[in-house]
């Protein structure tokens, strides 16, 4: 059972403010480009999160289209629409609150990762694309940098580092495995996708490490271990990791993330 610490409700603001802007924007923008939306009369933004990818999508597309963003969070929902997304639906991807056949297009950004079954995820979005609707996701790729790495192994002189793992794959059971693209395209292609076309693109963060370092107090890992330490030792965690980074690394700390771009179409037939 994934406790409170893996709902995105208590990241939300930071990942509007921070993450967003420095890691997801523009992964969202390069996926709806790749989705030709000019033609979509509905549009379908799963773990739309603050609503980047259906904004973007929403300013694409023909004015009268429709946009729905969908998340379990609801506090990244209330973002989402103050931001202007339009129609906002509480869910989730392996039980979509729609009937079938009723999106051109749907797409989903970093969030296949998070799903216990990807394969039901996906099952579920085919359902709800029409005929020749097309779906396309984004997955994080392997490039590790040295400054999350950095911090990993200070958060792991605080809690035991199987419980941060454990914690990791339950929240995130496929982000490793979705770091291989093979695996993507094979996973479009189970459910029946067709015209699978998986790239790679690499973005380039330009971020200073107070930023950087608020961004990972959001992540997945660190609200898990806030939930288990007490106030004083994760007090002296964001004190130790601060005096640690800024002894270390020279501010600002640019690296780069790679990101895979998967886009697949139901067949006409099915
Ligand atoms: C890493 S965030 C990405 C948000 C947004 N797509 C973006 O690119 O900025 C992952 C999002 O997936 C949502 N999510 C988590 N589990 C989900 C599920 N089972 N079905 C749909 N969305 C889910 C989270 O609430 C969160 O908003």
Redesign the pocket.
């Given at each position: 059972m994934t406790a409170n610490w893996a709902s995105?409700d208590s990241a939300a603001e930071s990942?509007d403010r921070l993450a967003?802007p420095s890691y997801?924007e523009q992964p969202?923008r390069d996926l709806v480009a790749a989705m030709d939306v000019g033609s979509a009369a509905s549009i379908l933004d799963?773990?739309?999160?603050?609503g980047?990818?259906a904004l973007r999508a929403a300013r694409i597309a023909d004015p009268h289209a429709m946009v729905v963003g969908?998340?379990?969070?609801v506090e990244?929902l209330r973002i989402a629409r103050s931001h202007g997304v339009r129609q906002v639906v509480a869910g989730?991807?392996?039980e979509l609150p729609f009937e079938d056949c009723v999106f051109d297009v749907a797409v989903a950004?970093?969030?296949l990762s998070?799903?216990s079954s990807y394969e039901l995820?996906l099952r579920e979005i085919v359902r709800v694309l029409k005929p020749a609707g097309r779906l396309g996701v984004t997955t994080w790729g392997s490039i590790e940098n040295e400054y999350r790495e950095f911090w990993q192994s200070l958060a792991e002189t605080f809690i035991d580092k199987a419980r941060l793992t454990e914690a990791s794959r339950e929240a995130l059971p496929w982000e490793e495995w979705f770091t291989n693209p093979e695996n993507l395209e094979q996973a479009f292609q189970g459910v029946g996708l067709t015209g699978v076309r998986v790239h790679r693109a690499e973005y380039t963060i330009h971020t200073n490490i107070a930023d950087f370092l608020a961004i990972r107090e959001a992540s997945l890992q660190a609200r898990f271990m806030r939930q288990n330490l007490d106030a004083a030792q994760w007090e002296r965690f964001r004190e130790t990791v601060a005096a640690e980074f800024y002894r270390k690394f020279r501010d600002p700390i640019d690296h780069t993330r790679d990101v895979y771009i998967a886009v697949g179409t139901r067949p006409s037939t099915s």
């Open positions: 995105y990942h967003g997801f969202a799963i773990g739309t999160g603050s980047l990818a969908m998340d379990p969070s990244m989730v991807a392996s950004s970093f969030v998070h799903l995820g």
